[in-house]
Structure formats: C-alpha cells, structure tokens
C-alpha cells in the first residue's frame, strides 16, 4: 500500500492569499511530482522532482513553486492564489531506476482547492 | 513526443458483465510502459496495471488485463465481472525511457458507469 499523504484535501482560500499544499511520502522514492487536475479531464504535470535540491517544471506551465530541501516532503507554494489556480492537485512518487519504464506512480490523495 | 488516446468519454456496463475501455499510443520510444489508473469520485489515482513494450504476454492483474496489440499501437483495458465499486474515471499512461521523456503522459480518461 503507498504511504503518500497531502495535505490538506480540501481547501477554501481568497484571492490574494499564499497558500502551501504539503505531500510527504516515507516509501524512500527520490522522484516525485505534482499534477494539476480539473474536475473530469486528464492530469496536467507542473513540477517533479529527481531528488533533493532537484525540481522541474513540467509540461503544463504553472505560477506555483516547489522545493525538495528532504526526501520525503514536495511542497507546492502559490505565492498569490487566483481563481484560475482553482484545480485539484495530485502529488505522486516514484523509485528512480534509471530509464526503467517499468516503475509505477504512488498517488496521494490529491488536494482540492478553490479560490474565491 | 508522446500521447495517449482515449476516444471513449463515457461507458456504460451492466454489473457482472465485461468492459473493454479503449487506449491508443503514439511514441518513437522503442522502450516504452504504459499503465492504467482508476480514480473514484474521492480523487485518488490508484494504480491497476502495467504493460511493458517487450513484454511476450498480455498483463492481468484478478479482473483487470491489458489487451496489448504492439502492432496497432493500442492498450486497451479488459474489466471482467463488473462490480459497482468499479464505477469511476479510468485513464491510460504512458512513460518512455529516453533521456526526458521519464514522466508519464496521461489521456483524457473515460468515465465508467456500472450498473445494478
């Protein structure tokens, strides 16, 4: 069973406000990533990470930031919350073998966020 | 570049009968996963099963199988004996193993409706 937790799982916050979404993970895994996800549509990748003092950004450009100062903890940080930013963001871990194609994405429980 | 098709919005089936949910691929990776994911209304993504590019045999995981056709380029997932708990979003993913193309790329998914 994955042990990956977000937090929180829902949040209500005002336009203006800095927020930061927490996800932890103690299976060890060096990559992790956070994906942006609206109600019914596919998953969007805005960060990852390969390791500590790694990050990325993804496919999908995003206005938050992430930092991985330690394994296990991949926060995402919005400096200034928007309507827009009104999504439900995923993080998920995975062991880092290479080019292995064979390793599967831990999800945590996601983060559902409205910005008013 | 990667991409993953899924035409099927919406299926529905009758519980206890099978389902056949539809993904298509497009890669240059010769080396390539490609996974399937369920996501119920609470939001988690969990993992369902894995099918490797040079695998000789079809994956199956209890009710779930993978009718992988190389060839075609097509990824389609098989639910056996449906239960209601099997209603949910279920998207297909790939990742490949060339130098930045690690991350997985998701389809648009298709929402499964089982019913009594």
């Known amino acids: 069973e994955a042990d990956i937790y977000q937090t929180p799982r829902y949040l209500v916050i005002g336009t203006g406000k800095k927020i930061t979404l927490e996800c932890s993970q103690t299976?060890?895994?060096?990559?992790m990533y956070w994906y942006q996800q609206d109600p019914g549509m596919e998953l969007h990748l805005i960060h990852y990470?390969?390791?500590?003092?790694?990050?990325e950004k993804g496919d999908l450009s995003s206005e938050s930031t992430v930092s991985r100062i330690r394994t296990e903890h991949f926060p995402l940080t919005l400096e200034s919350a928007r309507p827009s930013h009104t999504s439900q963001y995923l993080c998920?871990?995975?062991?880092?073998?290479?080019?292995?194609?064979?390793?599967?994405?831990?999800f945590g429980p996601g983060t559902r966020l409205t910005v008013l | 570049a990667q991409k993953i098709t899924q035409t099927q919005p919406g299926m529905f089936v009758q519980e206890k009968e099978a389902v056949t949910l539809d993904c298509t691929y497009d890669?240059?990776?010769?080396?390539?996963?490609l996974f399937w994911y369920k996501q119920p209304s609470s939001g988690e993504m969990i993992f369902l099963i894995y099918?490797?590019?040079?695998?000789?045999q079809n994956a199956t995981e209890g009710r779930y199988s993978l009718n992988f056709q190389k060839a075609r380029k097509s990824a389609n997932l098989v639910i056996s004996a449906s239960q209601l708990g099997d209603s949910a979003m279920y998207f297909c993913?790939?990742?490949?193993?060339?130098?930045?193309?690690?991350?997985?790329?998701f389809g648009k998914g298709t929402k499964l409706t089982v019913n009594p």
């Open positions: 998920a871990s995975s062991e880092w073998e290479g080019r292995a194609t064979y390793n599967e994405q831990f």
């Open positions: 299976m060890g895994h060096d990559k």
């Open positions: 990470s390969y390791g500590v003092n790694s990050t």
């Open positions: 890669t240059s990776d010769p080396s390539y996963g």
């Open positions: 099918q490797g590019s040079y695998d000789q």
């Open positions: 993913a790939m990742r490949g193993a060339q130098g930045g193309s690690e991350k997985l790329v």
